[in-house]
């Protein structure tokens, strides 16, 4: 198997209801050379079985199966695993659009000096959103501008983590996720 431009590094911890429709919306990318490091954290439900399934389907999709260990070591075991040079985050109860991976890795390609890129993020399913998080997905979605993500970067992180592309050894060379 050849080295991948993107890793897809996917946590999942109990997340049996929405792990498909996560990996499907993977399947649909425009942008074929990735793969998914999916790191099942101790799961009691059927999230390793379904991670195990689809990587029997797809060669792409690399499970790696942990006791309980929480989110910051399942990312930093995962991390460890990505072979890609950009590493893209999702976890396992979102949906990627199918042009993401495509234009986030076209953006980082063309602007080395560029560590990170994020986009634009959706609420789902709208019947279920509080307006309290709705307010919160407005103010992420009105920072677009480097000054602006400057500017609140301390209030809470301008780049919604399953939005964002970056490139992997950087952020192997600050010691991964802490």
Known sequence: MSTPIVSVLLPAHN?????????ASLRAQSLPDFEVVAVN?????????????CAADDPRVRPIQLPR???????????????????????ADDLAHPLRFELQAERLRAQPGLSVVSCLVEPFPADTVTQGFRRYIE????????????RDMFIESPLPHPSVMLRGA???ALGGYQ
């Open 15 to 23: 997340a049996a209801t929405t792990l498909p429709e996560t990996l």
């Open 41 to 53: 954290d101790g799961s009691s439900d059927e999230s390793g079985t379904i991670l195990q399934a």
């Open 69 to 91: 260990v929480g989110l910051i070591e399942a990312l930093n075991r995962g991390l460890s695993a990505c072979r890609g040079e950009f590493v893209a985050r999702m976890d």
């Open 139 to 150: 103010w992420l979605n009105a920072l677009t501008t480097p000054t602006e993500i400057a």
């Open 170 to 172: 950087e952020l192997l």
